[in-house]
């Protein structure tokens, strides 16, 4: 199969929801043969669309190497939790303020780090997080291993 009989298959494909909304204009279009500007207008959008994923992958590396200096090299301690509220990954500032290993923490809830009292406070606010993207001014009081 050849560019042209590529691009004739995805013309063919792309007009589903206009099947929809408009039926009668759909089977009309799916009938007859794109001209050859459409065709070319549609090998341009497909360039666009490699130019731009090209783009992004080139830039995901710099980006994740960034993103990872800022976590590993801040004071602060940082967490990441999955949507049940599970760690994904803890920045060594975290463990080395609270006293854990990675091993103790990755895949572990958040809620069992945290002080008892403070366990229902966390998933009333963790839920609303999920639903609007961010929390300010929410506090918890976590446990800290007894070790010496």
Same mark, same amino acid.
């Given at each position: 199969?050849?560019?042209?009989?590529? $691009? +004739?298959? =995805? %013309?063919?494909? /792309?007009?589903?929801?206009?099947?929809?909304?408009?039926?009668?204009?759909? #089977?009309?279009?799916?009938?007859?043969?794109? /001209?050859?500007?459409?065709?070319?207008?549609?090998?341009?959008? $497909?360039?666009?669309?490699? =130019?731009?994923?090209?783009?992004? /992958?080139?830039?995901?590396?710099? =980006?994740?190497?960034?993103?990872?200096?800022? %976590?590993?090299?801040?004071?602060?301690?940082?967490?990441? $939790?999955?949507?049940?509220?599970? %760690?994904?990954?803890? =920045?060594?500032? +975290?463990?080395?303020?609270?006293?854990? @290993?990675?091993?103790?923490?990755?895949?572990?809830?958040?809620?069992? %780090?945290?002080?008892?009292? +403070?366990? #229902?406070?966390?998933?009333?606010?963790? @839920?609303?997080?999920?639903?609007?993207?961010?929390?300010?001014?929410?506090?918890?009081?976590?446990?800290?291993?007894?070790?010496?």
């Amino acid at each position: 199969m050849d560019r042209i009989d590529l $691009l +004739w298959n =995805s %013309f063919l494909i /792309t007009p589903k929801k206009a099947i929809t909304h408009h039926q009668n204009q759909a #089977c009309m279009t799916m009938n007859a043969k794109p /001209t050859y500007e459409e065709l070319e207008r549609r090998v341009q959008e $497909l360039e666009k669309r490699e =130019s731009e994923d090209k783009y992004a /992958t080139d830039a995901l590396p710099e =980006s994740e190497r960034i993103f990872k200096k800022l %976590f590993e090299k801040k004071p602060l301690g940082y967490q990441s $939790l999955d949507k049940n509220g599970h %760690f994904v990954v803890v =920045s060594q500032s +975290w463990l080395e303020t609270l006293g854990y @290993t990675e091993e103790e923490v990755i895949g572990k809830s958040f809620v069992d %780090f945290l002080h008892p009292v +403070w366990r #229902c406070h966390f998933k009333e606010n963790f @839920t609303r997080f999920k639903a609007i993207g961010e929390i300010i001014g929410v506090e918890f009081e976590m446990d800290v291993p007894n070790r010496k």
